[in-house]
């Protein structure tokens, strides 16, 4: 075996969730607005539950929740259609891009952790759920707080987004990483998750800031332990029943888990 294969040689990361945005409240806060005003009113839970799709495509999802679209009939008449899914996107869309300068900061530990794998030689890539247009403000802000990866990927540049493996992929040519196994992927949702194990790259969970434990950095002073245990518990379960490889609790666990990983190698 080469034995440039023996070892990992890139990471890709998500962003919201996972690298910015504590507990990825920019997108949740505008869904729950978006549908609030064509009178729907959808819950914390029932809003992240499709985080980490392309945000038409999570608009989608969530009309197609039961208790959703039987409540969408009983105020129209009718089911939802696709005209409709673009109708709250194109509100979505602009709310969104107005309040994403204040969730751009980088999360704590990431700018440091980064640094530290691109020093061992590795090359960082990134997937993310949001457009090439607010990328175009969530990048440069980031990266003058210190954080920017040699990749980026939006689902614009792709025919289909997560859970598909093509974000992945498209990162990994553009970064000249092969195979898959010397490949990491770190995500905060299921759906990074999924787009992990379809790529065939090892698939990590990050729990602390993510979506899927769902609690902001105040809310994570505030809280009990036994709480915040209990969130990450099931956010595990979650990353796991998904095909997980790994959940990791911190981002900054990353560079010991590669090495892990590269034992096994």
Known sequence: MNKENRRIRGVILDWAGTTVDYGCFAPLNVFAAIFSKHGIEISIDEAREPMGLPKIDHIREILKMKRISDTFEQRNGRGFTEDDVLRFYADFEPALMEILPDYCEPIDGIVEVVSSIRKSGLKIGSTTGYTAEMMDIVAPAALRSGYGPDALVTPDEVRFGRPYPYMIFKNMEKLGIFPPKCVI???????????????????????????????????????????????????EERFRSAGADFVIDSFCELPELIEEINSRL
């Open 185 to 235: 992927k770190v995500g905060d949702t299921v759906s990074d998750i999924k787009e992990g194990c379809n790529a065939g790259v090892w698939s990590i969970g990050v729990l602390s800031g993510s979506s899927e434990t769902g609690i902001s950095f105040d809310d994570s002073r505030r809280m009990s332990e036994k709480e915040i245990s209990a969130r990450k518990a099931r956010a």
